[in-house]
Every structure is written in structure tokens, then in C-alpha cells.
């Protein structure tokens, strides 16, 4: 009986040690998925900030747009700016 129950602690340890070396293993793809993330959201704020300057210069050759249409009432219409 003993040697049976010495087997089975040695067979337990090892499930141990593979689930130990997995977890870790997972650690790792989740580390590297978190740092992932992290430059995702640093190049979607960046490209939000781009955009937000965009549209203020879009708002502002509007406005200039707007007084060149009043100046020379020819040419094309279009209407710039009004973004939120």
C-alpha cells in the first residue's frame, strides 16, 4: 500500500508541475495580450487627437469658405465645419 500511495503523490506532483508550467504559460499570452491592448488604446487616442485637430481645421476653412462665398457668390457650395 505504501508503494502505491508513494506512486500516487509522485503522479500528483507532476500534474502539479505541468499545471504550474501551464498557468505560467498563460500568464505570459495574457501579459503580452494586456500590452497589446495598451498600444491599441495609445494609437486610437492619438488618432482621436488627430481627428479632433482635423475637424477644428475643417471648421475654420469653412468659416473662410463661407466669406470667399460671400465676396464671389460663384462657384461650388459646399458646407464645411459644424463638427462635435
Not at 502505491?4 to 508541475?17: A, E, I, P, Y
Not at 501579459?31 to 475654420?60: P, Y
Not at 457668390?73 to 465645419?81: H, K, V
Request: no cysteine.
Amino acid at each position: 500500500m505504501a508503494i502505491g500511495l508513494v506512486g500516487w503523490v509522485l503522479s500528483l506532483r507532476s500534474d502539479v508541475t505541468d499545471t504550474v508550467g501551464q498557468l505560467e504559460a498563460v500568464q505570459a499570452e495574457v501579459e503580452d495580450a494586456q500590452f497589446r491592448l495598451n498600444e491599441l488604446e495609445k494609437s486610437l487616442a492619438i488618432a482621436d487627437d488627430q481627428m479632433r485637430t482635423i475637424m477644428g481645421e475643417h471648421e475654420v476653412i469653412g468659416e473662410m469658405f463661407e466669406s470667399i462665398g460671400e465676396i464671389q457668390p460663384a462657384g461650388e457650395r459646399r458646407t464645411y465645419g459644424g463638427y462635435k
